[in-house]
């Protein structure tokens, strides 16, 4: 038992370190674009909509308040029931700067939100194209920052993760595990430094491009059928030959992602099968997640009940890196104070989730999203 504990225990603080160390140099190496030093630069901001008249004011509000930037604000309302259209065009007769696009049908094979951003993209005019979601919140100097960013290390596409607002405690224990992931797995230096689509990231509320990089990576219709979008489009920048980059982006939006426990489900759901929840990656990332992230919890107190002191020390080493890495973590990007003290939790909902997806997949069940069902996945 005692040499089976501290196996446990010893696989438990490699795997904790490993988390730890990514974190840590991911957070040194992921910075917020640097305030001040840009000029009037045009972009196109562009809102996919379907009933997000709870939202759409916000969004509106966060987008034409840019300083240092010549924007345009297009909404596409996407087959909205709930009055989307009316507080755009509202919107719209009060400030030139906001334009109204009412969605055509959804074709055959395409997702919902990449056909609502393959219609926005045909009619921006700038060279440049900011996609933010409907609930998200842009600071004043947000495309100013990014836009300096792409400029300065002459990059194709940037994006970021915006702050994630967090009341209820699903949202608490779930939201924060999509940084736990991104940034204790995907080692932010190397991406930079190689150009392999492998390691591209972003993320689709928050994306900013080129035209050039856009079109020569075939846009939003190359993945019609996907739900990523920010997964997909960075991979085919990366294809097309353009650099693509992630910054810090808490300082410029802030967003409520999910409000209760069936929409994180639901949106955790959607995209699953498109990264972790895959039967090649699921028992990979099974084993970093719940080896490097639950495991020392369980093997410390039975590890103490056994008299089992090096396995108890070995995985008490484990927990103190764990919480010390997600402090830091939540401190950088503002995550709640609980968060970290329920991540093996979360950690164990993320799993749920995937395997779920994973299963649902495999029974060839749709996947359903803003009221509309996909095709198997």
């Not at 709870?54 to 996407?78: F, K």
Request: proline share 7%; net charge positive.
């Amino acid at each position: 038992m005692s040499l089976l504990l501290l196996a446990f225990a010893i696989v438990a603080l490699a795997l904790a370190l490993l988390y730890a160390a990514m974190t840590l140099v991911n957070l040194g190496a992921l910075r917020p674009p640097p305030r001040g030093g840009a000029a009037q630069r045009p972009v196109s901001i562009l809102i996919p909509a379907r009933d997000e008249a709870g939202n759409i004011e916000g969004a509106l509000h966060g987008a034409l308040s840019q300083r240092d930037a010549e924007i345009e604000v297009v909404v596409l309302d996407d087959g909205s029931a709930d009055g989307t259209d009316r507080i755009v065009e509202a919107a719209a007769a009060a400030d030139p700067r906001v334009r109204l696009l009412r969605g055509a049908p959804l074709p055959e094979g395409w997702n919902g939100k990449q056909h609502a951003c393959h219609q926005l993209a045909e009619a921006a005019r700038h060279p440049v194209l900011l996609f933010v979601d409907a609930d998200v919140r842009l600071a004043p100097d947000a495309v100013a920052r990014l836009w300096t960013w792409l400029e300065s290390f002459g990059l194709a596409l940037v994006s970021g993760f915006p702050r994630q607002i967090t009341r209820t405690l699903p949202e608490i224990v779930a939201i924060p595990q999509i940084l736990v992931v991104l940034l204790g797995y995907l080692p932010v230096p190397m991406a930079r430094a190689r150009p392999d689509p492998a390691f591209a990231a972003g993320c689709g509320q928050l994306l900013m491009v080129t035209r050039g990089a856009y079109e020569a990576a075939g846009g939003h219709a190359a993945f019609r059928d996907r739900m990523h979008d920010g997964l997909n489009l960075p991979r085919n920048v990366r294809r097309a030959g353009g650099r693509t980059d992630l910054v810090d982006a808490t300082p410029l939006a802030h967003v409520r992602m999910y409000e209760d426990w069936p929409a994180i489900v639901e949106g955790f759901s959607k995209n699953a099968t498109e990264g972790m929840a895959t039967p090649r990656a699921l028992p990979v990332w099974t084993a970093l997640l719940f080896g490097g992230h639950v495991l020392p919890f369980l093997v410390l107190p039975l590890a103490l009940l056994a008299g089992a002191w090096g396995a108890a020390w070995l995985s008490l080493a484990a927990v103190v890196l764990l919480l010390a890495a997600r402090t830091v973590l939540a401190w950088r990007m503002h995550q709640h104070p609980l968060s970290v003290l329920l991540h093996p939790v979360g950690v164990l909902v993320t799993l749920w989730i995937q395997f779920r997806a994973l299963r649902d997949a495999r029974r060839g069940r749709r996947v359903t999203w803003r009221g509309r069902a996909y095709g198997a996945r």
